[in-house]
């Protein structure tokens, strides 16, 4: 993390030099595709299913999924290499962000700060507002991470990198994650080396298996990881969300349990979960099967549909036709 005197420097760095238009707005001056504009659109309008669960707040951190319009105007997102002196993860390509730390104010906040104190991005919510907040993934460390999406409207912010944790900042197209095709120019060297691979392995504590991805990044030759695991899986999803279809292969292995149900599983099971909740006052035995949950879930909203199939052939004949619609 960056210490008071690193933080002073930054505020000091982003006190306001441009002159916002009237209203304090900064308005998108690249021109949107119309996959674009929906695709945001699809983002803001995103509320995602609320976990019934209690977590140890020790145990949970928040990334920063930072996207910006194109010249041709597609949506890119901000990746970071990470420094290889870092104790996890060195040398990786990933979001920037980090653990919940005491004073924050929730997962917008942290995964904000973290990108703050990484890369300099400014935490005015103005330049860079809020597009939602997705629903948490776990991670191979033991911690629940929450993936907050924000769109960068102002083109004229430059990284101001955290040498210590971050080496350099990239783009990548979000488009590019429902596709096995890379999005950009091949040279010879890695013509034969695809784009998207995935691989099904054990989770430690967990039934099924987990399939993790990996994506190249066209920046090896320089040295720079391909993105996989947790980060793609992110990025996989905010990809489905914003464009609203189902990528070109299969997100998950036949037998893999989803995100609630691992997160339900290693909270009431791992002794670093469990420990975590019972220092703050919570009853890891008490956290609910999660499986059962889903099933009551679809059973309801079967239940639901039913219901409005009946009440449709009570309807008048005539206006049976728009109560379809």
Not at 216 to 228: D, H, M, Q, S, V
Not at 241 to 259: T, W
Request: glycine letters at 6%; aromatic letters at 6%; a positive charge.
């Amino acid at each position: 993390m960056a210490s008071n005197e690193r933080r002073s420097d930054l505020l000091k760095f982003h006190r306001p030099k441009l002159r916002l238009p009237s209203g304090n707005k900064v308005e998108l001056t690249t021109t949107l595709s119309p996959e674009s504009k929906q695709c945001i659109k699809n983002l803001a309008g995103y509320k995602p299913p609320r976990l019934p669960l209690r977590v140890p707040k020790s145990r949970t951190a928040a990334v920063l999924v930072a996207l910006f319009v194109g010249r041709k105007g597609d949506l890119y997102v901000l990746l970071s290499r990470r420094a290889t002196t870092l104790r996890t993860y060195a040398g990786d390509t990933s979001l920037p962000g980090g653990k919940w730390e005491q004073g924050d104010r929730g997962v917008e906040w942290t995964a904000r700060r973290e990108a703050y104190e990484e890369i300099g991005l400014p935490l005015d919510r103005q330049k860079v507002p809020l597009l939602c907040i997705l629903e948490p993934f776990l991670a191979a460390t033991q911690v629940i991470v929450t993936p907050v999406v924000v769109l960068v409207l102002d083109n004229t912010i430059r990284p101001l990198l955290n040498s210590q944790e971050v080496t350099s900042v990239f783009s990548h197209p979000l488009a590019s994650f429902l596709s096995d095709e890379s999005p950009f120019p091949q040279d010879t060297e890695t013509l034969e080396v695809r784009y998207h691979t995935y691989n099904d392995m054990k989770w430690t504590g967990l039934d099924g298996d987990f399939r993790m991805h990996r994506f190249l990044t066209g920046r090896e030759a320089g040295g720079t990881k391909p993105i996989f695991g947790l980060t793609a899986s992110i990025l996989i999803r905010v990809a489905m969300v914003g464009y609203a279809r189902d990528p070109e292969f299969k997100v998950s292995a036949p037998d893999q349990l989803s995100q609630p149900e691992r997160i339900a599983h290693m909270l009431k099971h791992h002794p670093t979960f469990r420990e975590a909740a019972i220092k703050e006052g919570i009853n890891p035995d008490k956290t609910p099967d999660m499986s059962q949950l889903q099933r009551r879930r679809r059973d309801d909203r079967r239940r639901r549909k039913d219901s409005q199939v009946k009440q449709t052939k009570l309807i008048d004949p005539r206006l049976r036709v728009r109560a379809k619609l």
